[in-house]
């Protein structure tokens, strides 16, 4: 784990579905998984057991998305050793004010003793008596420092936040209570929301940027984006390949969601191939900007998105 104060780095090796990513704790996450927002749950059992078997070794869900049980049979019906997959998770917003708990129903759900990574899934401590407030006297803060308590129980192995843009990762970093550096920061990332300056805060802090809506979403405009079209033309591969290549290739970990083997498969098809630079900046520099992702339905007082991440 990293401390504050101490000089905490992340580095980047392999190509492809070889990349791996050394967080600050000097654990190594494959970098392209699964991801399973908004997938169903009978779906996404055979979601995570086909994307196993093909050989992924990062699965991504939170309690959140109500399908954690049938994530953790996708896992055991695959036949892969747990101890061969990165498994993250997210603790909920109304459960800010009780993370013991919440990380056990995580795992009771998920049928495993640990999870690889646990995440903050928002900076909001919601009421869970009434879901439009916001606690007065609990902040995201008070949460770290309960989240922090759990790297020494064996049930999480490290810990980290998501959709913290620069301003609340300064309040995080910078307060008291904060003993440890996240070792990762999920937020959304694409083509046309690529945040450059935050990609660069987290990276100067020594904290990953893992990528999530790395396609833009469903129906997604990029598919359409006439460059991208393009692009992936000359190179043989389809627009969601490109773009998972660009996320890999710009330091990024990226988990696309699908629930179909073929895609499952299609978005593996990462190996013998890169984009050079001329091709990486293509994307970089595409000009539309769309967000799958607002923070307009967290309760008043709760901000995530501060919209100068660009």
Known sequence: MAQIGSQATT???GHGTKTVFTLNTGDKMPGIG??????????????????????????DTALAYGNEAEVGDGIK?????????????????????????GIESSL???????VDLYLMHWPS???????????????????????????????????????????????????????????VNQVELHPNHPSPKLIEFN????????????????????YKDKTLLELAEKKGKSPQ????????????????????????????QLDGWELNEE?????SNLKDRFKVCGDSWLPEGAKAFFGNDE
């Open 11 to 13: 580095s980047q090796e």
């Open 34 to 59: 699964l991801g399973t927002w908004q997938s169903k749950p009978n779906e996404v059992r055979e979601a995570v057991k086909n994307a196993l078997q093909l050989g992924y070794r990062h699965i």
């Open 77 to 101: 019906e695959s036949g892969v050793p747990r101890n061969e997959i990165w498994l993250t998770t997210k603790l909920d917003n109304p459960w800010h004010k009780r993370v013991p708990q």
């Open 108 to 114: 009771k759900d998920l049928k495993t003793d640990y």
């Open 125 to 183: 401590s919601t009421d869970p008596d009434d879901l439009k407030k916001h606690y007065p006297d609990w902040s995201f803060t008070d949460t770290w420092r309960e989240m922090q308590k759990l790297l020494g129980t064996g049930k999480v192995r490290n810990i980290g936040v998501s959709n913290f843009e620069q301003e609340n990762l300064e309040k995080l970093l910078s307060h008291p209570d904060t003993k440890i550096i996240p070792a």
């Open 203 to 222: 990276k100067s802090k020594g904290i990953h940027s893992t990528a999530y809506s790395c396609l833009g979403s469903t129906d997604s405009p990029l």
């Open 241 to 268: 390949q490109c773009m998972l290549q660009w996320g890999l290739q710009r330091g990024t970990s990226v988990i696309p969601k699908s629930v179909t083997t073929k895609r499952i498969e299609a978005n593996f």
């Open 279 to 283: 091709e990486m900046q293509k994307i």
